[in-house]
Nanobody
Framework: QVQLVESGGGSVQAGGSLRLSCVAS?????MGWFRQAPGKEREAVATINRDGAASYADSVKGRFTISRDNAKNTLYLQMNSLKPEDTALYYC?????????????????????WGQGTQVTVSS
């Protein structure tokens, strides 16, 4: 079992920045950030493996950066140039350790561990 705890959400104006953090109780090879807006399905935002290889959804490429500190079991998401359409509940997630695939195309069912979510609200 891995416990995931997110922090760093908040309210910002369009064009602003936020940095999300996720502390894990243990290490997992593939971790990612997902988001879910009201009335919409949960979608992958960015994923990263233990070696640092990252994958991004087209909607956030060039604006968001995912990173991890393996020594601290901490995952980050730096979000710049935020838009109102980025408003959502953001979740940290991790795959089972034996699974090595880590592309952003892998949907929520591929992740075994989830945090409770942190709200990001971007106003225009």
């Amino acid at each position: 079992q891995v416990q995931l705890v997110e922090s760093g959400g908040g309210s910002v104006q369009a064009g602003g920045s936020l940095r999300l953090s996720c502390v894990a109780s243990g290490s997992r090879y593939c971790m990612g950030w997902f988001r879910q807006a009201p009335g919409k399905e949960r979608e992958a935002v960015a994923t990263i493996n233990r070696d640092g290889a990252a994958s991004y959804a087209d909607s956030v490429k060039g604006r968001f950066t995912i990173s991890r500190d393996n020594a601290k079991n901490t995952l980050y998401l730096q979000m710049n140039s935020l838009k109102p359409e980025d408003t959502a509940l953001y979740y940290c997630a991790a795959r089972a350790e034996v699974l090595r695939a880590c592309a952003v195309a892998i949907g929520p069912p591929g992740y075994a561990y989830w945090g409770q979510g942190t709200q990001v609200t971007v106003s225009s």
